[in-house]
Nanobody, 121 residues
Framework: QVQLVESGGGLVQAGGSLRLSCAAS????????RGWYRQAPGNQRELVAH???????NYTEPVKGRFTIDRDNAKKTVSLQMNSLKPEDTAVYYC???????????????WGQGTQVTVSS
């Protein structure tokens, strides 16, 4: 089975940095795109960063210039470098991947379990 395992979350002071990583395991034929989402208490889940297999990226406006997404398809990992963290970045961060497990199957979305990022003032 495909699994996405996240790591790197934790507690950090405002202005600090964290690096999240997500490793995909299991039977994977092809990865289409990957990304990071987050959800703060009382808010809807929102896209943080997205990256295609070609390397094209997009970010939600509040994190532009501070966060950087990268991936290594050979290692089946995706990372999110978060710099200059702000209290409003506090949320549960979810790893996402759109992939298929065999050549003849549909593309499906997969999600990690989420990792807590807390930024104190």
């Amino acid at each position: 089975q495909v699994q996405l395992v996240e790591s790197g979350g934790g507690l950090v002071q405002a202005g600090g940095s964290l690096r999240l990583s997500c490793a995909a395991s299991g039977t994977i034929f092809s990865i289409n795109r990957r990304g990071w989402y987050r959800q703060a208490p009382g808010n809807q889940r929102e896209l943080v960063a997205h990256i295609t297999t070609a390397g094209s990226t997009n970010y939600t406006e509040p994190v532009k210039g501070r966060f950087t997404i990268d991936r290594d398809n050979a290692k089946k990992t995706v990372s999110l470098q978060m710099n200059s963290l702000k209290p409003e970045d506090t949320a549960v961060y979810y790893c996402y991947a759109n992939l298929r497990t065999t050549w003849y199957r549909q593309w499906f979305d997969y999600w990690g379990q989420g990792t807590q990022v807390t930024v104190s003032s």
